[in-house]
């Protein structure tokens, strides 16, 4: 027995084909969203063409595990649609081949492809995501290209800024040029005025050369030229003059230390292992923390230094996470050595010695309490600064955890998301599976950023805002999947019309019109009997309904539920006047059949609409007088 059957070959041939294409979609729209937040930081840099192909290499590796999970649901919403509309699906369930038996191939399919999305994040995407922080660090550190704006101040060189009236395209000529040069202070400012320029770049692109003609230059000689009324200055004309200012243009990369300490450069294996260093480092510290501002309060000299942690939790620890910890720990203790307080250790009688102090010793002494009071402040913030950024690193490792788990799993639930709804919808094509496809996977990103957002802030547990996207996502999946197999109609458009013309009582209206061809001409002595009858049983069964107010809808909505008299009522006057609309629909007579549209559709189970039960009855008494009138007013009764 064959493994891989035709059938199989078919839909995975279907689904392959159109992932391919949906997949590069997929990846040009996300590539899309990301280069826009550093369009600013790739554009009027002079970057070289391997840059730009490198940068976008990297972004495109980061963002596959992104792209695979829309890919495969628009690809499978697409082939289930179009299997559909060719009616290839109803040909298969006529077959008696089940939709699972369908999915087998995709299922194991994708399986395999959310394996390799998972394998994908774990060992290329660090190592891609650590080659495009690199490059986005080298590229903010990275000067801009000389493109001078006319009739502004251009501020792109360090320490100079520039003003061109006008410039020559052609030849790179620039004319009435204003120069601040800053190089050695505000205070030694150096104003050019030029009648034109020329700038140009050294061959090493390491230097600025300015070449100025036809000006003067301007220069402060007082080091307190802002606090002088007279200030001695240097001025001097020129015919030509040059000079060199320093501008690197050339693009090099950022030391690879700078980005190794982020959490979307590991592993999970290095993720597990630098969340437990971190929270036995920090719960360490917040211990040492706690004896310290005990120590403090009582004016006991503590000093807290990262050797007397555990010696085993700060070897182990890796160099990207303890070198900002650190950091933080000097900037703490330069901070508690500036702001130190001591007062005299000797116990004494602070009421006593407050009473016996006059009012200047009184002053003081509140205001050498305000001021310890507010050092002791200042330390807990730090020590709370230190703790909360703490707190922070490794939420924002527990999320790169969680992220490479669940954006894997995202594949198998998108396709049992869409590969029912391709079958229930049975549309093809890239316009209204596209569509839903789009919806989906944004009601899908949103969840899952916003929850990213609160569990990144602390709101809620990490493992909950990355896992939330997914609750929601799997009882649709599991929903659509149980529908489509069980042939539902869960998306036809007019179950739903007619169920919501039903709760708001929209009714529809008769249509009847002159047939071409009729058969049996209406026996119309029996008729008149029967619209007799018809206008007799609706005048009793209205008599018999309580007046319109408050307690006459009341006490029918009492016998509606406890009496069935006044339902069999409805259901006679009903069943007699669709009688008579069937039989009297084949008449030629054109007033008559204009007259039998005027009889309403009534309701016989809705007890909402008790004054319109009213106004049927004297429309059906009403329309049936006439069209008696209309019957004898022809002769029509022997």
Not at 537 to 563: D, N, Q
Request: hydrophobic share 45%.
């Amino acid at each position: 027995m064959r493994l891989i059957k035709r059938l199989d070959m078919f839909i995975l041939g279907n689904f392959l084909t159109l992932f391919a294409g949906t997949f590069c979609i997929s990846l040009f729209v996300v590539m899309m969203q990301f280069l826009w937040k550093y369009i600013n930081d790739l554009i009027g840099k002079g970057l070289s063409f391997d840059v730009y192909v490198e940068f976008f290499f990297y972004a495109a590796e980061t963002l596959v595990p992104l792209a695979l999970p829309l890919a495969i649901l628009l690809a499978s919403l697409i082939s289930f649609g179009n299997l559909g509309e060719r009616l290839e699906l109803l040909s298969i369930k006529a077959a008696g081949i089940s939709l699972i038996r369908t999915l087998r191939p995709l299922i194991i399919l994708v399986s395999l492809m959310s394996l390799g999305s998972f394998h994908f994040q774990n060992k290329i995407v660090p190592e891609a995501q650590q080659k495009l922080l690199q490059m986005i660090t080298s590229l903010k550190m990275k000067s801009p290209e000389l493109d001078i704006p006319e009739g502004v101040f251009y501020d792109g060189i360090e320490n100079i800024n520039l003003y061109v009236r006008h410039k020559n395209e052609d030849t790179g000529m620039l004319y009435d040029v204003i120069i601040y040069n800053m190089q050695d202070g505000m205070t030694r400012a150096h104003i050019i005025l030029a009648d034109s320029a020329r700038l140009e770049t050294t061959s090493d692109k390491m230097h600025l050369l300015l070449h100025m003609y036809q000006g003067e230059q301007f220069e402060n000689l007082s080091s307190n030229a802002l606090q002088t009324r007279n200030v001695p200055y240097r001025r001097e004309t020129f015919v030509e003059k040059h000079f060199i200012i320093d501008f690197d243009t050339n693009f090099n990369l950022a030391d690879q230390e700078d980005v190794a300490g982020s959490a979307r450069t590991k592993t999970m294996k290095q993720l597990t292992h630098d969340i437990d260093s971190m929270e036995n480092y920090y719960d360490s510290l917040s211990v040492t923390f706690y004896t310290s501002m005990q120590r403090y309060a009582l004016n006991i000299p503590h000093k807290t230094r990262i050797s007397d942690y555990d010696s085993l939790t700060v070897a182990n620890m890796a160099d990207s996470i303890k070198k900002p910890l650190v950091q933080e720990e000097e900037r703490y203790l330069a901070h508690k050595a500036k702001t130190a307080y001591t007062v005299p250790k000797s116990s004494v009688n602070v009421d006593s010695l407050y009473a016996q102090a006059n009012s200047q010793g009184k002053q003081r002494i509140v205001m050498d309490a305000l001021q310890k009071a507010g050092f002791q402040e200042m330390d807990a913030n730090s020590k709370a600064d230190a703790m909360e950024y703490g707190d922070k690193q490794i939420r924002l490792h527990e999320i790169q955890f969680w992220q490479k788990i669940t954006m894997s799993l995202a594949c198998l639930i998108f396709f049992f998301v869409g590969a029912p709804l391709g079958a229930i919808i049975r549309k093809g094509g890239l316009g209204f599976p596209v569509v839903v496809a789009v919806i989906i996977f944004i009601a899908y990103y949103m969840i899952d950023t916003g929850a990213m957002k609160v569990s990144r802030e602390g709101g809620m547990p990490v493992w909950l805002g990355m896992w939330l996207s997914t609750l929601v996502m799997a009882p649709l999946g599991i929903f659509f999947t149980v529908k489509s197999n069980n042939d539902s109609v869960v998306f036809n458009m007019d179950m739903y019309v007619s169920m919501w013309k039903k709760l708001l009582g929209i009714r529809p209206k008769r249509n009847i019109t002159r047939k071409e061809v009729i058969i049996h001409d209406p026996d119309y002595v029996e008729m008149d009997k029967t619209l007799e009858q018809l206008i007799t049983t609706s005048r009793e069964y209205l008599g018999s309904l309580p007046r319109s107010t408050f307690f006459g809808y009341m006490a029918y909505i009492v016998r509606y539920f406890f009496s069935k008299r006044e339902d069999m009522k409805a259901e006679g006057v009903m069943l007699i006047m669709e009688y008579v609309v069937e039989v009297l629909s084949n008449s030629k007579d054109r007033h008559v059949l204009r007259l039998l549209n005027g009889y309403p559709v009534m309701e016989t189970r809705d007890f909402r609409f008790y004054r319109r039960r009213r106004k049927d009855l004297r429309a059906v008494i009403k329309y049936s007088e006439q069209i008696k009138k209309e019957i004898e007013k022809y002769g029509t009764v022997q």
